[in-house]
């Protein structure tokens, strides 16, 4: 197996191949894809779209192709998961000090958070398709990291799976297409260290696999210790039952969506996931486990 480990957004990401051969081609179909989704979608960048759009206090901004499809993807994860993956939830992460690049924030820590808020929800999202344009409404702010991310290495997948096995991996979303050098792909999924862990092994034949937790990515805001899954119905941090969520679907994107969804829907979760058609394992906060759907159970953990 030929595989190369990279660092993108600030995570750690991993290209993975069935040949030798295939590397090369990959790598650079990685990168184009990456700079295509940087330049539209990162709103830490005072030049990309995304940042432009944030700033257009409600005037309509004509869109690149690119900003399109990744605005398509956040809709998608929105309506998969019922308006809780939602694209305009920036309002509430600023309001818990999310400004600036995550290892900068742990570092030095937020002021007090701001009073809790909804977000105002996609019908904030004003799309004209044939114009090209989008406009935000009543205030509103977007992000399209999460989603982002996932699409990425969903694009990625199925543009080098023509060529042969691929996964790739950006921060803990994984997209997998074909077999690898010796048979299926073997993915490790590894439980938030602050609960237990446990790494266990999952094979599937494609689609993608994703793992959100509310215990890894916090940070201090004033006295309190908060984290980057927040529930749009109100503007708070995810405080479940479930500190990490992972999710086998039919591709990334949608596993990332209905990874993050689990953590916010409580005590629901197993049941919305097995209507998603979606197999998982979820953590309590406690560290017990729990399996829904194929969730294959006999992978090697350790």
């Known amino acids: 197996m030929t595989s190369t480990t990279l660092t993108v957004w600030g995570l750690t990401a991993t290209l993975a191949v069935e040949r030798d051969d295939q590397l090369e081609a990959a790598l650079e179909t990685l990168w184009r894809h990456l700079d295509a989704v940087d330049a539209a979608a990162n709103r830490f960048r005072s030049d990309s779209e995304v940042t432009r759009l944030n700033r257009a206090s409600g005037e309509p901004l004509e869109v690149s192709a690119t900003f399109e499809d990744v605005l398509s993807a956040a809709l998608e994860c929105a309506r998969w998961t019922d308006g809780l993956c939602d694209p305009t939830v920036l309002g509430a992460l600023l309001d818990l000090g999310y400004d600036r690049d995550y290892d900068e924030l742990r570092a030095t820590g937020a002021p ?41 290495a969903d694009r990625v997948a199925d543009e080098v799976a023509a060529g042969g096995g ?113 197999a998982a394992r979820l953590v309590r906060v406690d560290g017990t486990l729990e399996y829904v759907g194929g969730w294959s159970r006999e992978g090697a953990e350790r």
Request: proline share 6%; hydrophobic share 40%.
């Open 166 to 278: 691929v996964v790739v991996e950006i921060g803990g979303d994984v997209a997998v297409r074909g077999h690898g050098p010796d048979g299926p792909w073997a993915i490790g999924v590894t439980d938030s260290l602050v609960v237990t862990g446990r790494e266990e092994r999952i094979s599937i034949p494609g689609g993608g696999i994703a793992t959100s937790s509310n215990a890894t990515r916090t940070w201090r805001a004033g006295g309190e210790i908060v984290n980057h899954v927040v529930d749009p119905r109100t503007g708070e941090c995810a405080d479940g039952p479930y500190a990490t969520a992972s999710v086998a679907s039919s591709s990334c994107l949608r596993a990332n969506a209905l990874a993050t969804a689990a953590l916010l829907w409580g005590e629901d979760a197993p049941y919305h996931l097995a209507q998603a058609g979606a």
């Open 112 to 152: 007090p958070r701001r009073t809790a808020r909804p977000a105002p929800g996609v019908s904030a999202i004003a799309w004209d398709p044939a114009g090209h344009r989008v406009a935000l409404r009543e205030g509103a702010q977007v992000d399209f990291g999460a989603s982002a991310k996932a699409l990425v």
